[in-house]
């Protein structure tokens, strides 16, 4: 059988790795296992690589993607043959949907043992199938010049992260003996980037009555006041997901950024003032009633602009569609129209009613999920950054959280939507985080990455963990079929794990504060933010009262703008 030359194989992998730092990448997120020594070896031995190790490939991808979000920059990931690769698909997945660029060097059998039934040998050639921007199977490693291994990463890093950013996998078969020489290799000659092409650039449409709706987007500070400026020179308000960090910077004081668009939307006051246009930037919005609004009101013009080409249109209104990335669209977007003044007061004054009902009504409710999100808002310092989970933590935010100017970024992975590897996700976020990181999130999503919880203290991160706990899946309450009597609900979709929380803590080294009322609440942040280690605030709260909640705002707020 063919052995490997383990000069040559290390001699291809330094310069592989070494052409990845060159090329941006500064983090390899790796599992440990055997046919993968090479590549592990090779990334710990590169200059300026960081390597982090996750004991489960599932995590492992989750924090590195969520270490990409927050940093802007590639991250690679390495693991072994066989299942250990499968287990990156719901995180190559989430990246393919949400636009991060993950680096996915996978280890495998060289072809003689390709269908032999050699040991923790699967296909992997094209594992992820279409969720990847590229795939590659390069040559046995060590049997071609480290030359081409360069080649190789320049090319991987470029399709992961320009134009249309997102994962591209390599498999890699290697030979045995896997263990590198001691002596360094001779350096390849490293590429330098090519320059991102400039695409031409769509004018704003040259009309007064607009609206900017802005889905998830991972925008920093600079991003933001630039939507903010075409918003404020176009006289267009800008009806702001959470999931895009709009709704909090200082770019607020300035620029109409409205927060209860999920209300807005319900009413008929919203129908009655539909606008000529709307230019929807990013992922399609959290917001279930501007989708109904969408498909009620059917506007004469709904232009998408998405630099990941997703173009979200669910109930087919989209009029053009525009492949770039949002802030460089709007940095680019020449305003060509007057603005009208009473347009932007308008909306004005239904945020500042449907804000005002809102907050009535939940004058004397109990204590939960939407009381939970007013304190987070209120106090998560300035430059926090704050994840939060998909199911009913997301909707909390979209119904709740107001606008705040106060720097804040918040991450939800709104890709695929899945409540996967969300601690590990929020692990990364805090990995790369200058400032404090809060994870809000429900119980399952909790519960479905423990692994992710096992990282925490070794990786050295520091995070507050807030879960609203309801026994299961509150949000299922909200279908049609949660009403149907002769369908036992509560087994089969709220799914009770009657299990007490508290005990992970100690599992995991977290300091536990269990919360049952606002001020409880506020004293247990005040005890974790910007205090070292992992803190879990655990918050009991009734599925029921965030259901009735929900509803009993969008109620008022209704109410309020159609007297």
């Keep these: 059988m063919t052995a490997s030359n383990p000069e040559a194989?290390?001699?291809?992998?330094?310069?592989?790795?070494?052409?990845?730092?060159?090329s941006g990448v500064r983090h390899v997120a790796l599992s440990p296992g055997s046919r993968s020594t090479?590549?592990?070896?090779?990334?710990?031995?590169?200059?300026?690589?960081?390597?982090?190790?996750?004991?489960?490939e599932r995590s492992g991808g989750f924090f590195a993607l969520g270490l990409a979000r927050a940093t802007r920059r590639p991250v690679a990931l390495?693991?072994?043959?066989?299942?250990?690769?499968?287990?990156?698909?719901?995180?190559?997945?989430?990246?393919?949907?949400?636009?991060?660029?993950?680096?996915?060097?996978?280890?495998?059998?060289?072809?003689?043992?390709?269908g032999r039934g050699a040991p923790q040998t699967i296909d992997q050639v094209e594992l992820f199938g279409t969720h990847v921007r590229w795939f590659h199977q390069p040559a046995v490693a060590g049997t071609e010049d480290p030359g081409e291994a360069v080649a190789l990463a320049a090319a991987a890093v470029q399709l992961a992260t320009q134009e249309t950013p997102g994962p591209v996998h390599l498999n890699w078969p290697l030979r045995e003996p896997l263990e590198p020489p001691t002596d360094e290799p001779p350096m390849a000659e490293l590429l330098t980037n090519p320059s991102a092409e400039i695409r031409p650039c769509p004018p704003l449409p040259n009309c007064p009555r607009g609206l900017l709706v802005v889905g998830p987007l991972d925008l920093?500070?600079?991003?933001?006041?630039?939507?903010?400026?075409?918003?404020?020179a176009s006289g267009w308000p800008i009806i702001?997901?959470?999931?895009?960090?709009?709704?909090?910077?200082?770019?607020?004081?300035?620029?109409?950024?409205?927060?209860?668009?999920?209300?807005?939307?319900?009413?008929?006051?919203?129908?009655?003032?539909?606008?000529?246009?709307?230019?929807?930037?990013?992922?399609?919005?959290?917001?279930?009633?501007?989708?109904?609004?969408?498909?009620?009101?059917?506007?004469?013009?709904?232009?998408?602009?998405?630099?990941?080409?997703?173009?979200?249109?669910?109930?087919?209104?989209?009029?053009?569609r525009i492949n770039l990335a949002p802030a460089d669209w709007a940095a680019r977007a020449a305003v060509t129209h007057r603005p009208d003044p009473s347009w932007a007061l308008s909306w004005q004054q239904?945020?500042?009613?449907?804000?005002?009902?809102?907050?009535?009504?939940?004058?004397?409710?109990?204590?939960?999920?939407?009381?939970?999100?007013?304190?987070?808002?209120?106090?998560?310092?300035?430059?926090?950054?704050?994840?939060?989970?998909?199911?009913?933590?997301?909707?909390?935010?979209?119904?709740?959280?107001?606008v705040g100017q106060r720097p804040l970024g918040v991450y939800a992975n709104r890709g695929a939507n899945g409540i996967d590897g969300q601690?590990?996700?929020?692990?990364?976020?805090?990995?790369?985080?200058?400032?404090?990181?809060?994870?809000?999130?429900?119980?399952?999503?909790?519960?479905?990455?423990l692994s992710g919880w096992a990282a925490a203290r070794r990786l050295g991160v520091d995070l507050t963990v807030v879960v609203v706990d309801n026994n299961g899946g509150g949000i299922f309450s909200f279908l049609p079929i949660a009403k149907q009597n002769h369908v036992d609900h509560r087994r089969l979709f709220h799914t009770p794990h009657d299990l007490d929380l508290a005990h992970l803590a100690p599992l995991v080294g977290a300091n536990y504060?269990?919360?049952?009322?606002?001020?409880?609440?506020?004293?247990?942040?005040?005890?974790?933010?910007?205090?070292?280690?992992?803190?879990?605030?655990?918050?009991?709260?009734?599925?029921?009262?965030?259901?009735?909640?929900?509803?009993?705002?969008?109620?008022?707020?209704?109410?309020?703008?159609?007297?």
């Design 423 to 449: 601690v590990s996700t929020a692990l990364g976020v805090g990995y790369a985080s200058g400032g404090p990181t809060v994870f809000y999130t429900g119980d399952l999503t909790l519960l479905h990455d």
């Design 78 to 114: 390495i693991c072994t043959s066989g299942t250990a690769a499968a287990n990156y698909l719901p995180a190559v997945v989430e990246a393919f949907h949400s636009g991060v660029p993950l680096l996915v060097l996978t280890a495998d059998r060289p072809p003689e043992l390709q």
């Design 220 to 232: 920093n500070e600079k991003e933001k006041s630039v939507i903010a400026d075409l918003a404020n």
């Design 513 to 563: 504060h269990r919360v049952s009322h606002r001020h409880g609440l506020e004293e247990a942040l005040a005890m974790s933010l910007g205090h070292p280690g992992l803190h879990l605030i655990h918050v009991l709260v009734e599925a029921t009262d965030n259901i009735d909640l929900h509803r009993k705002a969008s109620a008022a707020a209704v109410e309020a703008l159609d007297r």
């Design 38 to 56: 090479p590549l592990t070896v090779a990334a710990d031995q590169t200059p300026d690589l960081e390597v982090s190790v996750h004991l489960d």
């Design 240 to 320: 702001a997901d959470p999931a895009s960090s709009l709704r909090h910077g200082p770019h607020t004081v300035n620029s109409l950024v409205l927060s209860t668009g999920e209300h807005i939307f319900r009413s008929s006051w919203a129908d009655k003032h539909g606008p000529e246009v709307i230019v929807q930037l990013g992922g399609l919005p959290t917001s279930k009633a501007y989708r109904l609004w969408l498909e009620r009101t059917r506007p004469p013009q709904v232009i998408t602009v998405d630099h990941l080409r997703r173009h979200p249109d669910p109930v087919n209104v989209v009029t053009q």
């Design 9 to 22: 194989v290390h001699a291809a992998l330094r310069a592989f790795f070494a052409q990845l730092v060159a």
């Design 350 to 402: 239904a945020e500042q009613q449907a804000s005002a009902a809102v907050a009535s009504a939940m004058a004397d409710a109990p204590f939960s999920n939407p009381a939970v999100v007013e304190v987070l808002g209120a106090l998560l310092p300035s430059g926090a950054a704050l994840v939060v989970g998909n199911s009913m933590p997301i909707r909390d935010l979209d119904a709740f959280l107001p």
